[in-house]
């Protein structure tokens, strides 16, 4: 009974917390409704006279009324058993998840229509080879720009960044502001592309093929770098003397968070772990592969899990961390180089499978377009360049 008791408040708490919200949300779109009959008003007295100046200084607000209020997500909690140990009785019983409130962007009217909920995908019992892109030279790193295009760049020698589409056509070639090779690169929601450079501590947008610095850092080398669905820019960056490393969130190209250190005051990160990756999940979390592990945060900046591999794994190699990216079910799928292959996690860090039969050698980036097409280059060092395409979940 004292465990039921406990378990009640606690959902009773939850939904105080959520209709706090949504009685919050109620009223901005009150205000709303009450701007837009303003407005209906004063476009009717504007009708009624014969006032040529005040209807020339007339500004519609019609794009604005159409941008509607942000929408809360709000999931029913889900109950899961702990496991057995010396603790008291009482956590031995059940436990709620925590309410993840997900704020989606704002959206237009035709998004209200009712859709029905996605289904989960299934995994393929053996992913495939759905196509193949060549490209002029090899790739390190990658980002998706839509589902047509996608951004690769070599960050060893080259210093340009190539726009392919999905064909393997050469759409578009950038050479860097510095002349040297990026670091790392990544599309914007705009469709602009944001790209790091070490050798002169700088982060650079470009747009169209017009190159601004809008990022210079001093005593911080920036490395990997990825773009959150708030449209803000997480940063991974090392300290000149390699002794630290740390990941910055800019917003509007302005620090916002830095992320450094756990609760007991540890670096969360390893020491000068060079070139890492970086992504963002769909519940916010920041995942990170450096030295010879996965650190994700929640978006607070608090430690969630280190990931080190599978405990059983039969490889030869040690655990090889590169590139990582996640998907539209808040998988974290990490490439493994040494091991030629990809980890599938799900997002508290649980191993779910192996991608490691579609003629994977060493690779190194990642990236997922909106249907979950798995995009990923061969990291072999031939003549031949090529980014591979693979399908890993079942259609319909």
């Not at 590139?323 to 030629?340: K, Y």
Request: net charge negative.
């Amino acid at each position: 009974d004292a465990i039921v008791k406990i378990l009640k408040a606690n959902a009773d708490k939850l939904e105080s917390n959520a209709r706090a919200l949504l009685d919050k949300q109620e009223i901005e779109i009150q205000q709303s409704i009450a701007e837009i009959k303003q407005s209906i008003a004063d476009v009717r007295k504007l009708l009624e006279h014969n006032d040529v100046v005040s209807v020339s200084a007339y500004k519609t607000r019609n794009n604005e009324f159409r941008r509607l209020p942000y929408k809360a997500m709000i999931p029913l909690p889900s109950i899961y058993p702990y496991k057995i140990d010396k603790e008291p009785i009482y956590k031995h019983f059940k436990s709620l998840s925590p309410l993840i409130i997900r704020m989606s962007g704002g959206y237009n009217i035709d998004d209200l229509l009712v859709k029905p909920a996605p289904t989960i995908k299934q995994f393929m019992n053996e992913p495939q080879i759905v196509s193949y892109i060549k490209t002029k030279s090899a790739s390190r790193k990658l980002s998706c720009l839509n589902d047509e295009e996608i951004w690769t760049s070599n960050s060893l020698m080259e210093n340009t960044m190539d726009l392919y589409n999905i064909d393997g056509d050469l759409v578009q070639s950038i050479q860097t502001k510095s002349g040297y090779p990026p670091i790392d690169i990544t599309a914007t929601k705009s469709g602009d592309l944001v790209y790091t450079d070490r050798w002169d501590r700088s982060v650079n947008i470009v747009r169209n093929t017009h190159i601004e610095t809008v990022i210079l850092l001093h005593g911080w080398v920036p490395c990997c770098v990825c773009c959150t669905s708030s449209d803000d820019l997480l940063i991974g960056m090392n300290s000149e003397d390699c002794k630290q490393s740390k990941v910055v969130r800019y917003s509007g190209f302005r620090e916002k968070q830095s992320i450094q250190y756990d609760d007991k005051g540890q670096p969360l990160y390893s020491e000068s772990f060079g070139g890492f990756y970086i992504a963002e999940n769909i519940n916010q979390d920041i995942c990170v592969t450096c030295s010879i592990e996965v650190v994700v945060v929640n978006k607070d900046g608090k430690l969630r899990f280190r990931y080190t591999g599978h405990p059983f794994t039969t490889f030869k190699e040690e655990f090889d961390p590169r590139g990582i990216t996640t998907d539209s079910h808040g998988r974290i799928l990490i490439a493994d180089s040494d091991n030629h292959c990809i980890h599938v996690i799900d997002q508290d860090g649980e191993f779910l499978r192996y991608i490691d039969n579609c003629k994977l050698h060493r690779p190194i980036s990642l990236c997922v377009d909106s249907e979950d097409n798995l995009f990923v280059p061969d990291g072999r060092g031939t003549m031949e360049h090529e980014v591979k395409e693979i399908q890993y979940y079942m259609t319909k």
